[in-house]
């Protein structure tokens, strides 16, 4: 059974509003009034800084993705849900990580977050490409998803790095995050007339 994606669209916005809510409710106070005071902190900030801009890309693209489409169904909405599951975890992951000075196992394991945000953000793309047919708008934008296949390579690659060189780890979640900052105009193209 079709139905419209108005629901799922606002659900969705709102969750992720939520979440990015969350974030930065667990950011603290410094404990003094200089500069000084935020120093000790910045580990902290520059984990929310990397989670918010992940999740304003994740925002932006599902944003584009539903906009290419008319119509959701049932196994839809549960990839949605999976989705959002794996985002929802993202304000944890952010917190330890950045409390614990960016350790091994914490970037890890934000790693592994990515990883399953990826995937399942790859799952419902494809499962709405399977309801409105290859030929659709979003089928002919997402095309090969090089951009989606190659992040969950790379995520693949960093976590089990993130033991020996956490730093190289975070350069690559921080790359992945700059590939997909640059606008992907894929469904723009495709449902501007110009």
Do not use: C
Not at 33 to 58: D, K, N, Q
Not at 119 to 129: F, M
């Amino acid at each position: 059974m079709a139905m419209t994606k108005n629901r799922l669209e606002a659900f969705s916005d709102g969750v992720i509003a939520i979440i990015i809510t969350i974030m930065v409710l667990e950011l603290k106070t410094p404990e003094g009034e200089t500069i000084e005071a935020v120093l000790p902190m910045a580990h902290v900030f520059l984990s929310y800084v990397l989670s918010f801009v992940f999740l304003g890309i994740y925002w932006n693209n599902h944003h584009h993705m539903l906009h290419a489409v008319q119509k959701v169904n049932g196994s839809i909405l549960w990839a949605n849900l999976h989705l959002l599951f794996w985002l929802s975890l993202i304000p944890w992951v952010t917190s330890w990580m950045g409390e614990n000075h960016f350790a091994s196992q914490p970037v890890a394991i934000y790693g592994a977050v990515l990883l399953m945000a990826a995937i399942s953000y790859y799952i419902l793309a494809h499962a709405l490409v399977n309801h409105h047919g290859v030929e659709s708008s979003l089928g002919r934008a997402l095309g090969s998803d090089f951009k989606g296949k190659i992040s969950v390579v790379l995520y693949a690659l960093a976590i089990p790095l993130s033991f020996a060189l956490r730093w190289a780890a975070l350069g690559i979640y921080i790359g992945v995050a700059i590939m997909w900052l640059v606008p992907d105009r894929r469904i723009e193209k495709i449902l501007s007339p110009d």
